[in-house]
T-cell receptor, first 114, second 112 residues
Framework: DAGITQSPRHKVTETGTPVTLRCHQT?????MYWYRQDPGHGLRLIHY???????DKGEVSDGYSVSRSKTEDFLLTLESATSSQTSVYFC?????????????FGDGTRLSIL | GENVEQHPSTLSVQEGDSAVIKCTYS??????FPWYKQELGKGPQLIID?????GEKKDQRIAVTLNKTAKHFSLHITETQPEDSAVYFC???????????FGTGTRLTIIP
């Protein structure tokens, strides 16, 4: 298995509170991604990073921010959580060799916002 | 942007029979097509991928075919086994765009 650790694995919180999810990799891969998975929608890209301090938006980035201060860590923050952000969040990593190295996924964080 | 459609959403097959899942994509520039298998409580796991310079790729009981003209690609699983039961996702991307667009998934159930 790819060396990807997501934390926490489960979290329940209330509307309006800030939430930070962490993705840690041991592969030294350049690219890191955050997805959310919802029934009927598959996996949708929230944000991704192509290097330390280099990030870009995905298709569903509203309400989310990210930071990458070290190669191995990619943080996803919900500044003020809403019930619509209840989902399963997956982190992925890729070598991104220039011809898209395959993406490998962590085991996800199940986030419930009440 | 790219749009990937996946069919069927659910599929049940008898153990030992074959299963086929189909995806279509919209962006003719797409040139990389991976397939992922997701088991309950786990993240998606890459099972096979194909690049646009080949039409078919096999790995034991799994094969993927690509028709660039029609812009569709398919996953074929032969001699299905109970452990093949899972949700399968297709995806597409193009060179220089290090992002994947996923289909909505197919829940495959193998009936013993």
């Amino acid at each position: 298995d790819a060396g990807i650790t997501q934390s926490p694995r489960h979290k329940v919180t209330e509307t309006g509170t800030p939430v930070t999810l962490r993705c840690h990799q041991t592969e030294n891969h350049r690219y890191m991604y955050w997805y959310r998975q919802d029934p009927g929608h598959g996996l949708r890209l929230i944000h991704y990073s192509y290097g330390v301090k280099d990030t870009d938006k995905g298709e569903v980035s509203d309400g989310y921010s990210v930071s990458r201060s070290k190669t191995e860590d990619f943080l996803l923050t919900l500044e003020s959580a809403t019930s619509s952000q209840t989902s399963v969040y997956f982190c992925a990593i890729s070598e991104g060799t220039g011809f898209l190295g395959p993406q490998h996924f962590g085991d996800g964080t199940r986030l419930s916002i009440l | 942007g790219e749009n990937v459609e996946q069919h069927p959403s659910t599929l049940s097959v008898q153990e030992g029979d074959s299963a086929v899942i189909k995806c279509t994509y919209s962006d003719s520039a797409s040139n990389y097509f991976p397939w992922y298998k997701q088991e309950l409580g786990k993240g998606p796991q890459l099972i096979i991928d194909i690049r646009s310079n080949v039409g078919e790729k096999k790995d034991q009981r799994i094969a993927v075919t690509l028709n660039k003209t029609a812009k569709h690609f398919s996953l074929h699983i032969t001699e299905t086994q109970p452990e093949d039961s899972a949700v399968y996702f297709c995806a597409a991307s193009n060179f220089g765009n290090e992002k994947l667009t996923f289909g909505t998934g197919t829940r495959l159930t193998i009936i013993p």
